[in-house]
């Protein structure tokens, strides 16, 4: 069992930076591949990117490739996702995500957090 808090939500203007992290409980957090998925209103939830158990290998979303970056401290139980040049369409509620399998899907993860808002203002 994993439970996943996130934090680092909130409004920033177009252009702007946010800092996104989650914090996992339990002693297997290096056991699972990480990801975050974002929805906005009205849209069906859409992945990010994810990171694989190690931190080696990172996968992004065309939309944000260049822009957010998935990092995570298996240390610390924690995974982050640093986004820059925000853009108004990047508007959504930010959920991370705690799988076996390094995928693209939802349905490809088993343990979410509750999620944390993030508005971009024009």
């Known amino acids: 069992q994993v439970q996943l808090v996130e934090s680092g939500g909130g409004l920033v203007q177009a252009g702007g930076s946010l800092r996104l992290s989650c914090a996992a409980s339990?002693?297997?957090?290096?056991?699972?591949?990480m990801a975050w998925f974002r929805q906005a209103p009205g849209k069906e939830r859409e992945f990010v990117a994810v990171i694989s158990l190690s931190g080696s290998s990172t996968n992004y979303a065309d939309s944000v490739k260049g822009r957010f970056t998935i990092s995570r401290d298996n240390a610390k139980n924690t995974v982050y996702l640093q986004m820059n040049s925000l853009k108004p369409e990047d508007t959504a509620v930010y959920y991370c995500a705690a799988g076996l399998v390094s995928v693209i899907v939802t349905r490809g993860y088993s343990y979410w957090g509750q999620g944390t808002q993030v508005t971009v203002s024009s």
């Open positions: 339990g002693r297997t957090f290096s056991s699972y591949t």
